[in-house]
């Protein structure tokens, strides 16, 4: 047998389509596939939004300065 992703068969895939029916009951597994299905959108959107994301820079395209570490900063009463 061919395997696929993930040594995933085409038998497996079955298996767990009829298990998910079983427990889902056939009005459920629609509305549960195309929540599964936006919330896998979703997760590609925001890591392509993600990797695509500027660095960020100040007006004249320099970028911005890191933020000083906190023993950087002075100690004491100001």
Known sequence: MRATMA????VHL??????????L???????TGAAL???????RLSMK???SSPS??????????DAPHPTDL???PV
Not at 7 to 10: A, E, K, L, Y
Not at 25 to 31: A, H, Q, R
Not at 37 to 43: N, P, T, V
Request: proline share 14%; hydrophobic share 45%.
């Open 7 to 10: 040594g995933i068969t085409p």
């Open 74 to 76: 002075p100690s004491g």
């Open 37 to 43: 299905g936006k919330a896998m959108r979703d997760f």
């Open 56 to 65: 960020p820079t100040t007006a004249t395209g320099v970028a911005a300065p």
């Open 25 to 31: 009951g056939p009005g459920k597994l629609p509305e």
């Open 49 to 51: 939004d993600e990797d």
């Open 14 to 23: 079955i298996i767990i389509l009829v298990v998910a029916l079983l427990i």
